[in-house]
């Protein structure tokens, strides 16, 4: 590099550094998983800033996601067991012989991560969307955002669900999904026939003149078992509610009803088949949260679920991501007010329907809409060590655990097609139940080369089979906690966070709560040292 050159670029780090806001850690992104790093760091004694691109934080668990998805409950502890105690206390379902509340409402759980952050005496920072990265060999320097402000710190988090910083500052990553045999892999790549969300009658996919219906994509379903870089379903987590008082689910922009027609056919296929109006229950999960409220998911062979609608997120700019974001919102609300008020839906099933609006007191700024899409899964750090199939299924223990997963290998419809016959099919589901599994530390460390201070517990390394089951929000939580005492173990010591004592980080984490074996009798004990680590504040 010519020294005119290397001395601008040296003027201007040297000027970006001196206006750098300094930490002892930065942690990028609001979700759950990243609340709870930046707790567990503060409790550790370190200055943490928290940067949230949006205006709130929770991700999924304060963003619809109220129905948790824990698997074997008992696997869960420290930090994250903590949350799911305080909304315990919330509910007082000690009145029920409980300590803990697995269901909750996403205002309730916001709460409770302010609570949290602000106990242990966190900077929270809104609106702070990532513009760039600096760094100096495989150290960060600095990360700015759009807005201007700077941010330095000996150690940086990225706990985003896009791996947005991690990409940034160099460190490998994919997305998509593996072949079978890049990590011999029984479950990767495309997926063969498959008997759940899928069509269980026949449901032509073209219209009079053989054109392909809406929410049918061209081409087939592609060889089993092969890679490709296509991502499973997002769709917003919807809290309704049938109280009187609810807000009724208005008319999208852009609304057209044909674009449901491919639904439309699978309700009178399954109407004539059937015998009876399909239950409105058989076309979204539903499932009751407290106080007459509920989280809607996926269910079926056409729901919620917008699939195709996601493929191009992970490596979208933040402008394209918006659109994204958007188009789910239009697809989901179009959806259901298709179900409440089109002719070609059978009269019950529309006055089911429109029994239900959304909550008025969620979601309060944002026209009682989730806040968060549910990113199921985007970018995936490549790095010191990916988890793999086998890591759930037989290779369970650990030589640097930091806790345990065990909810099913879980992934959603990737595609919709016509299949030979020209009838609609759904491609990409995998629900495989696991073993309790330890999760290793090396799951969140990129490559040395790649850079010495960040961790990543959320868009961790992990191929497309392991990351649908480890990507559940208890476990994002589980994976933050570690990741917030590994980075204060790395500042003190001023090491790299690939080098840090995972011994030491095991014990400590196991001091707090936390759970690294499968022994269900351990979350009781987990419990008392939340207890009294709480009434000792």
Same mark, same amino acid.
């Given at each position: 590099?010519?020294?005119?050159?290397?001395?601008? +670029?040296?003027?201007?780090?040297?000027?970006?550094?001196?206006?750098?806001?300094?930490?002892?850690?930065?942690?990028?992104?609001?979700?759950?998983?990243?609340?709870?790093?930046?707790?567990?760091?503060?409790?550790?004694?370190?200055?943490?800033?928290?940067? &949230?691109?949006?205006?709130?934080?929770?991700?999924?668990?304060?963003?619809?996601?109220?129905?948790?998805?824990?698997?074997?409950?008992?696997?869960?502890?420290?930090?994250?067991?903590?949350?799911?105690?305080?909304?315990?206390?919330?509910?007082?379902?000690?009145?029920?012989?409980?300590?803990?509340?697995?269901?909750?409402?996403?205002?309730?759980?916001?709460?409770?991560?302010?609570?949290?952050?602000?106990?242990?005496?966190?900077?929270?920072?809104?609106?702070?969307?990532?513009?760039?990265?600096?760094?100096?060999?495989?150290?960060?320097?600095?990360?700015?955002?759009?807005?201007?402000?700077?941010?330095?710190?000996?150690?940086?988090?990225?706990?985003?669900?896009?791996?947005?910083?991690?990409?940034?500052?160099?460190?490998?990553?994919?997305?998509?999904?593996?072949?079978?045999?890049?990590?011999?892999?029984?479950?990767?790549?495309?997926?063969?026939?498959?008997?759940?969300?899928?069509?269980?009658?026949?449901?032509?996919?073209?219209?009079?003149?053989?054109?392909?219906?809406?929410?049918?994509?061209?081409?087939?379903?592609?060889?089993?078992?092969?890679?490709?870089?296509?991502?499973?379903?997002?769709?917003?987590?919807? +809290?309704? +509610?049938?109280?009187?008082?609810?807000?009724?689910? &208005?008319?999208?922009?852009?609304?057209?009803?044909?674009?449901?027609?491919?639904?439309?056919?699978?309700?009178?296929?399954?109407?004539?088949?059937?015998?009876?109006?399909?239950?409105?229950?058989?076309?979204?999960?539903?499932?009751?949260?407290?106080?007459?409220?509920?989280?809607?998911?996926?269910?079926?062979?056409?729901?919620?679920?917008?699939?195709?609608?996601?493929?191009?997120?992970?490596?979208?700019?933040?402008?394209?991501?918006?659109?994204?974001?958007?188009?789910?919102?239009?697809?989901?609300?179009?959806?259901?007010?298709?179900?409440?008020?089109?002719?070609?839906?059978?009269?019950?099933?529309?006055?089911?329907?429109?029994?239900?609006?959304? +909550?008025?007191?969620?979601?309060?700024?944002?026209?009682?809409?989730?806040?968060?899409?549910?990113?199921?899964?985007?970018?995936?750090?490549?790095?010191?060590?990916?988890?793999?199939?086998?890591?759930?299924?037989?290779?369970?223990?650990?030589?640097?655990?930091?806790?345990?997963?065990?909810?099913?290998?879980?992934?959603?419809?990737?595609?919709?097609?016509?299949?030979?016959?020209?009838?609609?099919?759904? &491609?990409?589901?995998?629900?495989?139940?696991?073993?309790?599994?330890?999760?290793?530390?090396?799951?969140?460390?990129?490559?040395?080369?790649?850079?010495?201070?960040?961790?990543?517990?959320?868009?961790?390394?992990?191929?497309?089979?392991?990351?649908?089951?480890?990507?559940?929000?208890?476990?994002?939580?589980?994976?933050?906690?570690?990741?917030?005492?590994?980075?204060?173990?790395?500042?003190?010591?001023?090491?790299?966070?690939?080098?840090?004592?995972?011994?030491?980080?095991?014990?400590?984490? &196991?001091?707090?709560?936390?759970?690294?074996?499968?022994?269900?009798?351990?979350?009781?004990?987990?419990?008392?040292?939340?207890?009294?680590?709480?009434?000792?504040?």
């Amino acid at each position: 590099m010519p020294y005119l050159l290397r001395a601008a +670029c040296l003027i201007f780090l040297l000027a970006a550094t001196a206006f750098a806001q300094f930490y002892d850690l930065v942690v990028y992104g609001g979700t759950a998983g990243g609340v709870i790093t930046a707790v567990a760091a503060a409790r550790e004694g370190l200055h943490v800033a928290l940067l &949230e691109p949006g205006r709130h934080v929770g991700g999924m668990v304060s963003g619809g996601l109220g129905f948790t998805d824990y698997g074997r409950k008992e696997v869960i502890g420290g930090y994250a067991l903590e949350f799911y105690w305080r909304l315990g206390r919330y509910y007082n379902m000690s009145r029920y012989g409980q300590d803990l509340a697995w269901l909750h409402e996403p205002h309730v759980a916001e709460g409770i991560f302010h609570d949290m952050l602000s106990e242990a005496g966190v900077t929270v920072l809104y609106e702070q969307q990532l513009h760039s990265v600096a760094k100096n060999a495989a150290r960060i320097t600095s990360i700015t955002m759009e807005n201007g402000a700077v941010y330095s710190a000996p150690v940086f988090v990225d706990s985003t669900y896009e791996g947005d910083l991690m990409a940034q500052a160099g460190v490998h990553y994919t997305w998509g999904r593996e072949s079978a045999s890049q990590y011999g892999e029984s479950l990767a790549g495309v997926r063969g026939v498959t008997p759940f969300h899928q069509f269980t009658v026949d449901v032509p996919a073209f219209d009079a003149a053989h054109r392909l219906l809406p929410e049918v994509s061209p081409g087939d379903a592609g060889q089993t078992g092969s890679a490709d870089h296509l991502v499973q379903a997002y769709n917003f987590r919807l +809290c309704l +509610c049938d109280s009187a008082d609810h807000v009724p689910i &208005e008319m999208p922009a852009g609304y057209q009803a044909p674009r449901y027609e491919l639904l439309a056919r699978l309700i009178a296929a399954r109407q004539a088949k059937e015998g009876a109006v399909p239950a409105l229950g058989t076309l979204m999960k539903i499932d009751r949260l407290p106080n007459g409220k509920t989280d809607i998911n996926n269910n079926g062979a056409f729901s919620t679920d917008f699939i195709g609608g996601s493929w191009d997120y992970p490596e979208a700019a933040p402008a394209q991501r918006r659109q994204i974001w958007q188009a789910h919102q239009n697809y989901q609300q179009g959806l259901l007010y298709f179900l409440a008020h089109d002719a070609r839906v059978p009269a019950a099933l529309r006055d089911e329907m429109n029994r239900w609006g959304l +909550c008025r007191d969620e979601f309060t700024d944002n026209g009682h809409w989730p806040y968060q899409l549910y990113i199921r899964e985007a970018r995936r750090m490549l790095g010191v060590y990916v988890a793999r199939q086998a890591d759930l299924q037989t290779a369970l223990a650990k030589p640097d655990p930091i806790g345990m997963g065990s909810y099913n290998s879980d992934s959603h419809n990737v595609r919709r097609y016509a299949d030979v016959l020209g009838l609609a099919r759904n &491609e990409g589901d995998m629900q495989v139940p696991v073993q309790p599994y330890q999760i290793p530390y090396r799951v969140m460390l990129p490559q040395g080369a790649d850079a010495v201070n960040l961790l990543v517990p959320v868009a961790f390394s992990a191929s497309h089979v392991a990351y649908s089951s480890m990507r559940m929000e208890p476990q994002y939580m589980i994976i933050g906690q570690a990741a917030g005492v590994a980075a204060a173990m790395a500042v003190r010591k001023k090491l790299a966070v690939q080098d840090i004592d995972t011994a030491a980080l095991s014990t400590q984490l &196991e001091s707090q709560g936390a759970i690294l074996r499968y022994e269900p009798s351990r979350q009781q004990a987990a419990l008392q040292v939340i207890k009294k680590r709480t009434s000792s504040r």
